[in-house]
Each structure stands twice: as C-alpha cells, then as structure tokens.
C-alpha cells in the first residue's frame, strides 16, 4: 500500500474545522436573513428550505452510490465544496430573495453533501491505514467540527451587528474554498486515493438488496429524522425567540450558539467513553428526552441570560444526535461506507424538510413559543419510535 507523504490527519482536521465554518457562521442566521433581512414571509422561506431539501435527499443518495462506485473519493469532496463557494457566495454578492431561493434551493443540496463525503472517505482512508483506530478519529474529527461551532457564532454575530449580516455567507463561502483546497492538495498524493471494493450483489438479486438495512436500523433512521428535525425547527426559531421574545439582539444568537458548542466538546468525549458501556440506541434515545426537556423549558422563559443556564442541556443533546448518529448511521448498509454515509445527509434533509414546513407552519403568526412546545412534542416522539424500534439494543453493555 502507498504511504501518503502529507499530513493526512492534520489536513482532514483542518477541513472539519472549515466545514464546521461553513455551518456555524450561517445556520443560526438563516431565518433572519430569509425572513427578517430579505422580507420573505415564513411560509415562502419554508418552501425554500424544504425544496431544497427534498431535491437535496436525490442528490445525497446519488453521490453515496457514486462514491462507493468511483477510484478517488477525493473529486466527491472537491466537487461539493465548489458548489457550496459558489452557493453562499451568490448570496453575499447578490443579496436578494431571488439569490436566496436559487442558492439554498437548488446549489446547497449538491455542497451540503460535501459533510457526509468527507466522513465517507475519512472513513475508509483509516480503513486501510489504521482499521483499529477508525472510530476514534471519526469522534475526534467529529469533534473538530464542533470546535468551529465554538469560535464562530459569536464572532460571526459580532460582524453581523457591525458590519452586515451577509458578512456571514462571505466567512462560509471562503471556508468553503478552504475545504477544496485542503482535498485538492490530498489529490497530488496518491498515498491519499483509497477505496473499498463494494460487496458483490448475490446472483438473482434485485438492484434494490444494496439498499436493505439492518433489522431495526429503519426505526432508527426514522427516530433520528424526527429528533434531527424538532433540532432544525428549534434552531430556525431560537434566533426570533431570543430577538422577538426575549430582547435580545444578533449578537446574543451567536453567544447562544456559542455557548452550546463549548458545552458539546467535553460532552462528546464523554459520549464516546459511554458507547463502550452502553448501547448507541440507548444514549441516542435519551437525548431526544433531553431536547425535549431543554425546549420545553425554554418556553417558560422571559429574558436571554436565563436561557444561556440552560444551554448544557442543549450541548449534551445536540453532542449525542451529532456525534453517536455518524458511527449508527454508517453501520446501517453492510459494507457500503458511502451509501450509509450517504443517510447521514438523507437524515439531515429529511429533518430540514420536516423542521422547515413546520416552522412555515407554526412562526407564520409569529408565536415562537408555540413552535418550541412542538418541537419539543416532536423530539420526544422520534426518541420514543427509535426506541421502539430497536428494544433488545437498549441498554446492552458491549463486550469488553
């Protein structure tokens, strides 16, 4: 096997601080931009959201069975971090309704995918090089991306408040290009082309057997769609709660996301001592409880410094569905690393799909606590049908 001559891990780490650039400088300000910037009404920003996440599950299933089809997993990466410069970068240059429609709707969902690739091929890149660590390094990059989740929401809500609030897609579309670059230098070494020979169809077999799951794995999916979702929902209204009802201002909302991503680092070291004790199902379950809970104490609230004392519950459920879900989702496809990488990315557009129509639903009368109290019902029934789904897992301690 060729050796790679650059500093692999020090490269990928570097992409997952960028990608998690790209996240945390624009999703606690996608609603404010859409609805309160631009003036769309939130019926209209929904639809926006949520036709780019149907055209986005398409584009996510077609990209994870190319990838396990393709000799450079690398292009994929490439391919998907050109199309988020170029997404947030129409943004920036041409702030308009018109911009924001083409650039979430139709763009993101092909540089959305670019999060699920890079954990496809890091995955199988520690595979062949270091198969007893792979689940380690996917936690601990994992965690690098929660890192930029740290730093960014305040300093991007400072530029927000400053400067301009499309600041934010010019920081995510530059980090976008960071991530090309990073994945365009891993090209030059060939020690960095890996790739796992996909299992042989069984003769007779149907086109559809590669797409079979786990007993169980279903109900998991599902249980994750929905709790992802009730996330979604609760971050596109968090941010009008805290100007609208709370007082607050831009800059309280990166504090607010802030605050949960400092809170998520020492919670997923924690998490990954946990799996080797208890079941991924188990601590998946309960975090859904935990949301719940942090949601539904949110509504009771009147000012936002109360609201940051709360965000431990915040950061301890968000850290289990963010980082647990990787390692239970690419388990899901026996032997397709990217198909079943590529559901972590049906996972996210169908919570974004679920989590937009119901934030176009519910803020339309602008009653931001209303939409709280659902996605905490919401959160609560995802971990009840994951649970449900997966009974004889729950709670099993794994071998020593």
Known sequence: MTQARLPVTALLGTSMFFSGVTYAATMPYASLVGVDTLGMTPGFFA?????????????SLGLGYLSDKLKDRRLLVLITALAGILAHGLIYLFPSQLSFAVAMGVIMPFAGASYGQSFGYLRVYYMKHRPERVDFMVTSLRTVFTVAWIVVPPLAGWVAAEFSIFDVYLASSLSYAALAGIFALLMTDSGTAVQMPAPVRAEGASFLSMFELKPG???????????????????????LFIVTDLGGNVTDVGLYAGITAATEAPFM???????????????????????????????????????????GLNGLGTAALMSIN????????KGRVGLSTSLMDIVAIGAQLLGAGAFGVLAANGDYRFALVVAAVLSLIGSGVLAAGNLPRLGRLKPA
């Not at 990787?326 to 496809?333: E, K, L, N, R, S």
């Open 47 to 59: 639809a926006i959201m949520s036709c780019g996440a149907i055209f986005g599950t398409f584009v």
């Open 217 to 239: 794995a279903a109900a998991g999916l599902v249980g994750l769609v929905v709790m992802t979702g009730a996330i979604r929902l609760m971050t596109l209204t968090m941010a």
């Open 326 to 333: 990787i390692a239970y989702v690419q388990d899901a496809i």
């Open 269 to 311: 070291l924690l998490l990954a001592w946990l799996t080797t004790r208890v079941s991924k199902e188990t601590l998946l379950a309960f975090a859904g409880v935990v949301m719940a809970v942090f949601m539904g104490l949110s509504t009771q609230l009147t000012s936002v410094s109360a609201l940051f004392w709360l965000l």
